[in-house]
């Protein structure tokens, strides 16, 4: 019975706080609306005599003073308040209870600006329906001491006004205005609301900004837009409200449309901006004002809840117990508490079943790389990394209000009990991070031996912020957070060691260890962390081999190296190690290294600076002419050959300054010239491969159509565009190899080779330029120049009739079947695209009785043999297929009858009807 009589006694409460929880919002904004009103009051005052028309802010401020006092701005105040108390209470009540319910829709999840915008428009038509009567009395109160004495209302405060209003007026007088009134408001709130949220978001979730700053900066943005957005509403709203009948009982306007309408004709767009400093003043401190209350009035109300739930936290937990109520007893009691949070970035694990540890799960291997590839690493700008780890520490800080002092510095250190919230943990990983992409900016960009102790400083920084990370992770995370944190901290480790270069065998083994918790992290998480997991293992390998080779003691090999020279964050750990290795190797084979062979001569080697360098571009042109060379893609052989580029510039460079400081020596001198030649057309014949190979890439894409991905398909220009270059670059060859006196037969046959290449380049360049001119619709252009590229396809075919290349001879025989169909389907399609109703206006245009004198060859005359229906070459004259119209042919007829009485008529005489001419005395009297 007692427990029956509680329950009784709490339905009641249970009822109470349900409604004190719906009517909150629109409680909380009334009262902070009023609130606003009170301090706002007297330059709205102000912004309602400019818009009648009395003068600028100054001046109206004078005059209200001089004649009525200081009591004159507060006039109307009680309507203010009233209006405040209506329509402020229903638009932020309703914003924030159809706010609650979209984000319910929306699975918790922050709101896009448009539906902001539109739940903005509804709340302000709600809230201007409900506060429309309290806008009239205003309005008519501020307005009231602008007409003459005759016509004032004279109306006491807000309440008499509504009633005076329905006595004289009617009911639906409170409503005159509504219309601009509800269009207005619609427009403030869409301004207001929705661009206060939203900026909320932008200064606290983006950047970082602290309470006070979030509220007076989005309160800023929130009134500057409500004043833009409402200021012509307001305008013609307060022409309606204000506006009185003349003397017949006519209202100057109609309605809004009619009074804007006639305020745009009269005064252009911009007078609806009338006042808008005084009005932006007045709009911008009341949203700001409005937002600040409503702030601290939740503040204070969340104090109060926390104040009243302090016991009831500090009681011990009791057990719900069976009653009469049974399991609805339980269910009333549970309903009222709000669900709990989803374990978006935690898991509870119990312990006993009474004590709960909270574990925090991230995914490290995809904050990293997702961090990494946004913000620089993608282009290997470790600054811009860097920047971005210590932007990030900053709004962790200000966010979590884990600050370490303003005006004292005071350290404080993220320990166990700590560790409350996911984002500490970000913090042990971001310094990390921090820490390692300012070691490996000073590593990319060259250190001497003072710079390589603060990297090693660095290295040493990012390995402990990782070890604590590790740690932290172990304590308070889940386990795959604690496995994906130990090996962070295992790859930090094994990155100092391998830095330092004194113990390699640990450097290995924290790497071995790295890759077996990745290998199997890969066996149970989703396809995407499979994906990154298999990325990490495979920036591990490399390393593993290198310590691997390192202490076997074995040599390594170049190509080994090679193999293990990759791109990306990881890689440039060992690059430079690599480089060094590589140099050294080549440094020692470079040694037996005498001369330089080209095409049956050789060429002496005295500079060490020399022969590295070309024994540098050997392995390269090993590496990209080997067997496995059909397996490398297109990217990795561009990559190659840039480097191939840059080593012989660099043998270019070393050879010329050999040459500058030679002396006069002829014997050396021509030495290092004919190595200068044999270099420079080395690098000449490389270039050509290069632009072949870019050739096939783009041949490769120029039948393609656009795929998923909205790949670039290939134009003929472009090809146009490199068959030019590999022209240049076969002539710059061929001058090159023959500027020499005595040439032998290798050189001669290189000559002969490359002229024959050289005009195949060219019966390729004409056949895509002829594609070019078929697809812009120039048949006959596009018909000669495929009938040129054949004509030089057969000539290069007949000098290579007894040639040993297959390869080129196949290709070119290709080439003159693709010239000959192109041009029977550009023939054909010439035919088919004729304009038939030009050409017979054309015809018809020209006709004429006469016979023509130029002879004319028509097609349908001539079937029997073949005449090119596109004309000849060096005529624009048109086609000639059909005569039209057929030509006039004589028919015999009758004779016309006047033709047979001609003779029979006479015609009257118009002699004195004709002007006579007028004769001088001279002339008159010599007859």
Not at 545 to 571: I, V
Not at 584 to 602: D, I, N, P, V, Y
Not at 633 to 648: E, G, T
Request: charged fraction near 25%.
């Amino acid at each position: 019975m007692a427990d029956a009589k509680q329950q009784q006694q709490q339905q009641p409460q249970a009822a109470a706080s349900g409604v004190w929880k719906t009517a909150k919002p629109f409680a909380n904004g009334g009262v902070s609306g009023m609130l606003a009103t009170c301090v706002i009051q007297p330059i709205d005052m102000v912004k309602v005599r400019i818009q009648l028309g009395e003068g600028s802010a100054a001046t109206v401020t004078k005059k209200m003073l001089a004649n009525e006092g200081v009591g004159s701005f507060y006039k109307g105040l009680s309507a203010g308040l009233l209006r405040q108390a209506t329509y402020t209470t229903a638009r932020l009540g309703s914003f924030r209870v159809l706010t609650n319910k979209a984000v319910e829709a929306n699975d918790g999840k922050p709101l896009p600006l448009v539906q902001k915008a539109f739940i903005g428009l509804t709340a302000g038509a709600i809230g201007a329906c409900v506060g429309s009567p309290a806008d009239l009395a205003l309005i008519r109160m501020q307005a009231d001491s602008t007409l003459p004495a005759a016509q004032r209302r004279n109306y006491k405060n807000a309440f008499h006004a509504l009633y005076r209003i329905v006595a004289d007026e009617g009911v639906l007088a409170l409503w005159k205005g509504a219309g601009p009134t509800v269009v207005r408001a619609m427009a403030l709130n869409m301004g207001m609301l929705a661009s206060y949220d939203q900026s909320v978001e932008l200064f606290r979730d983006r950047l970082g900004a602290g309470e006070i700053y979030t509220v007076l900066g989005a309160s800023a943005v929130s009134g500057f837009f409500a004043s833009a957005c409402s200021l012509p509403f307001d305008y013609v709203k307060t022409q309606i409200q204000k506006m009185q009948p003349d003397a017949s009982g006519k209202y100057p306007y109609t309605g809004s449309l009619d009074c804007a309408m006639k305020t745009l004709k009269a005064g252009g767009p911009f007078k609806f901006y009338t006042g808008f400093p005084v009005y932006c003043v007045r709009i911008a401190p009341h949203v700001m004002m409005t937002w600040i209350f409503l702030n601290e009035i939740q503040k204070l109300e969340n104090a109060s809840s926390a104040a009243a739930l302090l016991p009831l936290l500090a009681a011990p937990p009791q057990p719900p117990q069976a009653t009469d109520g049974g399991v609805l007893a339980i269910m009333l009691k549970t309903s009222d508490q709000p669900p709990p949070p989803p374990p978006s970035d935690m898991e509870v694990d119990a312990t006993g079943g009474e004590k709960s540890i909270v574990r925090f799960s991230i995914n490290v291997l995809e904050l990293m790389r997702e961090a990494q590839m946004q913000h620089g690493l993608r282009h290997g700008d470790y600054t811009r990394y860097r920047r971005y780890c210590s932007t990030r520490l900053r709004r962790l800080y200000k966010s979590l209000k884990f600050l370490h002092g303003r005006v004292k510095y005071t350290r404080k250190n993220i320990t166990e009990s700590t560790v409350t919230d996911a984002r500490f943990l970000h913090i042990v990983f971001y310094m990390a991070e921090r820490a390692w992409s300012h070691a490996m900016e000073k590593k990319t960009a060259g250190t001497n031996s003072q710079q390589r102790i603060y990297m090693l400083g660095r290295f040493r920084k990012a390995v402990k912020w990782a070890t604590l990370f590790s740690h932290l992770c172990s304590l308070k995370g889940d386990s795959r957070t604690s496995l994906e944190a130990e090996a962070y901290a295992s790859y930090m480790k094994g990155t100092l060691l391998f830095e330092q270069e004194k113990n390699i065998e640990a450097a290995m083994t924290n790497f071995k260890n790295t890759r077996a918790i990745y290998e199997e992290l890969g066996k149970y998480v989703s396809i995407e962390n499979q994906l990154l997991c298999r990325q990490r293992i495979e920036e591990v390998e490399p390393m593993i081999g290198f310590c691997s080779r390192k202490l076997g003691g074995s040599a390594l090999q170049a190509h080994e190296l090679l193999d293990l020279e990759k791109e990306g964050p990881a890689y440039d750990l060992f690059k430079a190690k690599i480089e060094a290795v590589l140099s050294e190797t080549r440094s020692q084979q470079a040694a037996s290294m005498t001369e330089f062979s080209w095409l049956g001569r050789r060429f002496p080697i005295t500079n060490a600076k020399t022969r590295v360098s070309i024994l540098k571009v050997q392995q390269l042109e090993r590496d990209l002419n080997g067997a496995a060379t059909e397996s490398i893609p297109a990217d990795k052989k561009l990559a190659i050959f840039d480097k191939i580029f840059s080593a012989y510039h660099d043998t270019r460079s070393c050879i010329r300054n050999d040459l500058a400081s030679a002396g006069n020596s002829e014997n050396i001198r021509d030495d290092l010239s004919g190595l200068d030649k044999a270099v420079s057309a080395v690098l000449g014949f490389r270039t050509i491969e290069r632009n072949q190979l870019l050739v096939s890439i783009a041949k490769s894409k120029f039948t393609k159509n656009r795929d998923e991905k909205n790949e670039k398909i290939t134009k003929p220009e472009e090809l146009v565009r490199l068959y030019d270059l590999l022209i240049q670059n076969t002539t710059d060859l061929t001058d090159l190899i023959s500027s020499g006196r005595n040439k032998n037969e290798e050189e001669n046959a290189f000559i002969q080779e490359y002229e024959l290449k050289g005009l195949t380049f060219r019966a390729e360049r004409c056949f895509y330029l002829a594609k070019s001119y078929s697809s812009t619709g120039k048949r006959a252009e596009a018909y000669a120049l495929f009938c040129h590229a054949r004509s030089i396809a057969d000539s290069a075919l007949q000098q290579l009739a007894n040639s040993s290349d297959k390869a080129l001879v196949q290709d070119l025989k290709v080439l003159s079947d693709n010239c000959r169909s192109n041009s029977c389907i550009e023939h054909a399609t010439g035919i088919m695209e004729e304009s038939v109703p030009e050409k017979l206006s054309k015809g018809v245009s020209t006709m004429s009785l006469s016979e023509d004198k130029r002879k004319e060859d028509f097609l349908l005359d001539m079937l029997e043999s073949y005449e090119s229906a596109l004309g000849e070459s060096n005529t624009k004259l048109p086609c000639c297929i059909a005569r039209f119209p057929p030509p006039f042919q004589s028919v015999p007829c009758n004779p016309i009858v006047l033709d047979m009485a001609y003779n029979a008529i006479e015609f009257p005489n118009i002699e004195n009807r004709m002007k006579k001419e007028k004769k001088g005395l001279l002339s008159r009297f010599w007859g």
